[in-house]
């Protein structure tokens, strides 16, 4: 016994050695979580130097970035008025740091408001958003600053950030409606663009990719959804149509606009498309092609209308309309996929094969305007981003 | 060379011809050609079992089309190189997968003979061709992520069967997905239109439960598909002759090797059937039924139809 308690000491001395160095090794600091300077990145980034701003923020884990973000609602102010001579441009980049923030902490997954999140996407925006306000009137720059969050938030979809309820109001609602873009309106009543983005947000309840049935030569075609129950399918049925209308009602008032016009058009040939009304989405679309100078919008509208053509079962007319599409922006791939089904559909093979390749060869990694439109505006938050990037560097 | 093997290459050469040329014609010459459907070629594998069963001829085969008896001209079992085309669904949802597809493709890749070709399907905002045409043997620097939003399981496998055939060689695709599209241009139920006329043989493997998407990611997408569009797929897939291959839970990657192995096992010793439709109308879709009618729990699969010319 006693040899055996002699053999184990040095034994049991090196597990207390090991479990102290393990100890020490996990409580030293390189194991917690790298604490960032928040007013040094805002300086950085109010100086002009974005690449290694976010060079930084995009390397933090989740836990950092959470801090970061935490420490920039709560402590930014204190750098904001560190200089009170360079007040309004302090509030500028520091509301323009907390978007960009959040664009590249957004694609990592961290925009969401229901992880237990303290403070996420959300926050830093309105945070941003209420200090703008201390600059005085809304100006070009503030403006900027909206338009690249209606951008950002159609990215992550999040809708009824922009507007809660996105439903039809009723008689009887007694339902406040909030919402970041009345905050944009409330400073910028006539921006088109804040205007849009209301409607677009209203209309997201129908930016879905439902699956059509195959087309057939001169019969229509419509999604094809689980079918209601029996009993609640009228009930329902005519709750989607007014929320259909309401939503085409908000695109329609913009038509008009000589900025957003066309767009508003677009979109909302979009919706009579998605209800059914294939004839009225054509002739929209129609429209909104011949009035954008946006070549991605145009394409966009020669697609709609291409797809209304083919669910009206006018085939012929689809062919042509993926043609208009692809004239437009040559290559593209969803409507050179479009148009190559319709081919193969028909026994053309070949030039079905021939478009398939072709697309393949001209455009390998394309930004294909078709397969964004579910997002809004967030195709041109760079650009939105760049302006707004200018305002900050004056 | 054997009168046999003279009549095979100049069917094939028509049948190249039908299918639209060769690689650099033009659209129009296409069209002329396909007014005229001379042979038409099936793909047939026959199993007894899990056992392919070896060595039968065009006696013991029953093939309609359009439900009237076709007298087969040919079988044959040729060695022909195949081009294999993999598509591998790198959508969000399987981004927990994403090491271990890499490891697996090199694996596939190994599966390959001397003659054959590879190619890989990835999709992200866009389908995008990871990897383009390379032979056998070739060493892969596969590079990919996994890309959150729109998920184009569909335009990605017709992408893939859109692939003009080579009179040489056979195509195989190979889809490793979960099913769960968002956003493709074409439709479930066109994809099984599209397949039923692909001179392709399209299978599909199970990679479900491979990931998790957050939602309010950038460009998050919800799938809306239709209750059917999961059957409407398999059938995709059945209707060129392949089939729809689940994967082991445990061992996962062992049985997504092995699924390969026995789809290239059965792509390889299947029968070419060859035949000149007789008593048809040459024009339109043409469903096909093939099977042995002297075996006993043989089990065939085949193209299910092809598509002769445009009705008038």
């Known amino acids: 016994m006693r040899n055996v308690g002699q053999a184990t000491r040095p034994a049991a001395k090196a597990v ?32 002009g130097d974005y690449d290694a701003a976010w060079k930084t923020v995009g390397e933090l884990t989740k836990p950092e970035a959470r801090a970061l973000r935490s420490s ?87 809708w009824s950030f922009l507007l809660t309820p996105l439903t039809a109001p009723t ?55 689980p079918a209601f129950m029996p009993v609640a399918a009228p009930v329902l049925a005519s709750r989607v149509q007014v929320q259909f209308e309401y939503a085409k009602q908000q695109l329609a008032e913009l038509v008009g606009d000589p900025v957003v016009g066309p767009e508003a058009r677009m979109r909302l040939g979009y919706l009579h498309w998605r209800s059914g009304q294939y004839e009225e989405a054509i002739a929209a679309e129609g429209v909104a092609a011949e009035t954008t100078p946006d070549v991605n919008l145009r394409y966009i509208a020669h697609f709609v209308a291409a797809q209304a053509a083919q669910a009206a079962g006018d085939l012929t007319a689809a062919e042509e309309l993926y043609s208009k599409a692809l004239e437009t922006r040559p290559y593209s791939q969803s409507a050179t996929i479009g148009l190559a089904a319709l081919l193969f559909l028909r026994g053309d093979a070949g030039p079905a094969y021939d478009a ?37 560097t004056r | 060379m054997t009168g046999r093997a003279l009549t095979a290459v100049v069917t094939l050469a028509m049948l190249g011809a039908i299918a639209g040329g060769a690689s650099q014609q033009p659209a129009p010459q296409a069209r002329t050609f396909r007014a005229k459907v001379v042979s038409v070629a099936v793909n047939a594998s026959v199993k007894r079992g ?32 195949i081009d294999v085309t993999l598509f591998l669904d790198t959508s969000a949802s399987t981004a927990g997968k994403l090491g271990e597809m890499k490891t697996d493709v090199q694996g596939i890749v190994r599966l390959l003979r001397e003659g054959d070709r590879f190619r890989l399907l990835t999709i992200g905002d866009s389908v995008y061709e990871n990897v383009a045409w390379v032979p056998a043997g070739t060493k892969l620097d596969l590079s990919f992520g996994a890309v959150g939003g729109i998920s184009l399981i569909q335009d990605a496998l017709v992408i893939a069967l859109f692939h003009r055939p080579d009179p040489d060689r056979r195509h195989l695709v190979v889809g490793l997905t979960d099913r769960r599209d968002c956003g493709s241009v074409v439709s479930s139920a066109l994809l099984r239109e599209l397949a ?80 000149s439709p007789s008593g048809v109308d040459p024009t339109g879709w043409h469903a096909i039924a093939v099977s042995v009618p002297a075996i006993k729990d043989a089990t065939v699969r085949a193209r299910q139809g092809y598509y002769g010319d445009a009705p008038k």
């Not at chain 1, 970041?180 to 309106?185: D, E």
């Not at chain 2, 899990?50 to 007298?71: C, E, H, K, S």
Request: overall charge neutral.
């Open chain 1, 16 to 47: 207390a050695i090991l479990a102290t160095v393990l100890a020490i090794c996990a409580w030293t600091p390189a194991a917690q979580p790298k604490r960032l300077d928040v007013n040094t990145l805002l300086d950085r980034y109010a100086r």
């Open chain 1, 72 to 158: 920039l609602v709560s402590t930014g102010h204190s750098w904001v008025h560190a200089a009170p001579e360079d007040l309004s441009h302090r509030i500028l980049a520091a509301a323009a740091f907390a978007l960009e923030f959040e664009a590249v902490r957004a694609e990592k997954g961290e925009w969401s408001t229901f992880d237990g999140d303290q403070c996420a996407g959300r926050c830093a925006i309105e945070w941003a958003c209420t200090i703008l306000r201390a600059r005085g009137d809304a100006d070009e720059a503030e403006r900027r600053w909206h338009r690249a969050t209606f951008a950002l938030v159609g990215g992550v979809r999040d």
């Open chain 1, 171 to 225: 008689p009887r609602s007694r339902v406040t409606v909030t919402g970041h873009v009345l905050h944009a309106l409330s400073r910028l009543p006539d921006d088109p663009h804040a205007r849009l983005a209301r409607a677009i947000a209203i209309a997201s309840r129908h930016l879905v990719t439902d699956e059509m049935d195959a087309p057939r030569p001169g019969g229509r075609t419509h999604t094809a959804m």
């Open chain 1, 356 to 392: 398939i390749e072709r697309s393949r060869v001209e455009r390998p990694k394309d930004d294909d305007p078709w397969r964004l439109f579910l997002y809004g505006d967030y195709p041109r938050l760079p650009d939105v981003i760049g302006q707004l990037r200018k305002s900050v």
């Open chain 2, 50 to 81: 899990n056992r392919i069963v070896p060595n039968l001829t065009a006696n013991d085969f029953r093939l309609m089309d359009n439900g009237v008896a076709q007298t087969i001209d040919e079988v044959s079992r040729e060695s022909v190189p």
């Open chain 2, 196 to 275: 039923a006329r692909s001179e392709a043989v399209l299978h599909l493997i199970d990679h479900s439960g491979s990931g998790g998407e957050d939602n309010y990611r950038v460009r998050s997408c919800t799938p809306r598909g239709r209750p059917d569009g999961d059957r409407l797929l398999i059938e995709a897939a059945e209707r060129t002759g392949g089939a729809f291959h689940t994967q082991s839970f445990f061992f996962r990657s062992a049985s997504l090797l092995r699924a390969f192995r026995t789809i290239f096992d059965e792509f390889r010793q299947s029968y070419t059937l060859r035949y």
